[in-house]
């Protein structure tokens, strides 16, 4: 069962572009929703979070869209560099006290030259 | 430390031994938690540590799989007669404390390459 479904699995932008990573949620108690970016040999690091009650959060190039009626939550980068190519994951963390996250199953972004 | 430190980096080991996977995780933090990533698939959350007790274990995938955390520090995963399926990326990762809501960062270490042949 798939609670946090990511898409696509694989993107690829020239510089400069725009790619939009989407996610997709089932339970609606969860409560907090982080993005992490992980470049290769590395563990995931924590890039940008939103909580359910906000629509959009930015920071710097990165901004991530959150409908909740719908369930469904997206990461947008502006003006995308060489430097950016890396893994994203989008998670979503149960409520409670365990802080534990449900994470998406990835997506792999080339940025070209 | 600085940051989440995992050993070894790579295990290449034979079908059917043992294999320990060690976790340090960053001084102060109480919580810690085992995901594992194989090959093209998103991190799949393994086991939640408070302290020294586990009040998660949801994820282990079979009685194969176990772990233990001392002195509210350092985790060691344990996974018994390995399997060919087993081969993963295992990933520890700590935070602050679990929270009940809000920000909770967790911050991984580069984890533990493991390869059963």
């Known amino acids: 069962q798939q609670q946090v479904k990511q898409s696509p699995q694989s993107l690829i932008v020239q510089k400069g572009g725009i790619p939009i990573i989407n996610c997709a949620y089932e339970n609606t108690a969860f409560d907090y929703f982080p993005w992490y970016q992980q470049f290769p040999g590395k563990g995931p690091a924590l890039l940008i979070a939103?909580?359910?009650?906000?629509s959009e959060k930015k920071e710097g190039r990165f901004t991530i869209s959150f409908n909740k009626s719908a369930k469904q939550f997206s990461l947008h980068i502006m003006d995308s560099q060489p430097g950016d190519s890396a893994t994203y994951f989008c998670a979503a963390k149960w409520p409670g006290n365990t802080g534990k996250l449900i994470f998406g199953q990835g997506t792999t972004l080339q940025v070209k030259p | 430390g600085a940051g989440v430190s995992q050993s070894p980096s790579n295990k290449v080991t034979e079908k059917g031994k043992d294999v320990e996977l060690r976790c340090d995780p960053i001084s102060g933090h109480t919580a810690l938690y085992w995901y594992r990533q194989s090959l093209g698939q998103g991190l799949e959350f393994l086991i939640y540590?408070?302290?020294?007790?586990?009040?998660?274990k949801s994820g282990l995938p079979s009685d194969r799989f176990s772990a233990e955390r001392t002195g509210g520090s350092v985790s060691t995963l344990t996974i018994q007669r390995t399997q060919q399926e087993d081969s993963a990326v295992y990933l520890c990762?700590?935070?602050?404390?679990?929270?009940?809501?809000?920000?909770?960062?967790?911050?991984f270490g580069a984890g533990s390459r493991l390869t059963v042949l």
């Open positions: 990762a700590s935070s602050r404390r679990g929270v009940s809501s809000g920000a909770n960062v967790l911050t």
């Open positions: 939103i909580r359910p009650d906000v």
């Open positions: 540590f408070q302290g020294n007790s586990a009040p998660d």
